[in-house]
């Protein structure tokens, strides 16, 4: 019953800290480092926050699923790269603030460097990756 659950859960909980993963590293890099005046809205904000979503998405599936497969991997890169080409569109078609495009940069391309790995070195015990 519980592996069911964690099944259920694994995405929608890694949504919800993608979210907050990115809007806590937008406010940090604006507000609490001071680097409010000095980056603004420029990309650089936007590509931090792009890079802590993805991998708080990663890493939060592979906490809170039971297995860890390739296929569960691949299914996570899938989501995280889709979730970068939407967020890489949206503010290019409509025209308000281009700049954040980068968030959605950056989520593909920590996608792309994730795809490079097994899914075994996901797990939190697995070991260094050279």
């Known amino acids: 019953m519980v592996r069911t659950l964690r099944w259920f859960a694994c ?17 940090m890099t604006r507000h609490a480092f001071f680097l409010g005046p000095y ?24 906490r809170v699923a039971p297995s860890h497969s390739e296929g569960l991997k691949w299914a996570t890169l899938i ?11 949206g503010p290019l078609l409509s025209g308000h603030e281009p700049s ?22 996901f797990t939190p015990d697995a070991a260094p990756v050279t």
């Open 100 to 121: 954040s495009a980068s968030a959605g940069v950056a989520m593909v391309l920590c996608a792309a460097y994730f795809a490079r790995h097994p899914a075994a070195s």
């Open 39 to 62: 980056l603004g809205g420029s990309w650089t904000v936007w590509a931090m926050s792009g890079f802590a979503s993805a991998i708080a998405f990663v890493a939060t599936v592979f």
């Open 79 to 89: 989501i995280v790269g889709t979730l970068g080409i939407v967020a890489t569109a």
């Open 11 to 27: 995405f929608p909980l890694a949504f919800l800290a993608s979210v907050l993963a990115g809007a806590l590293t937008t406010w």
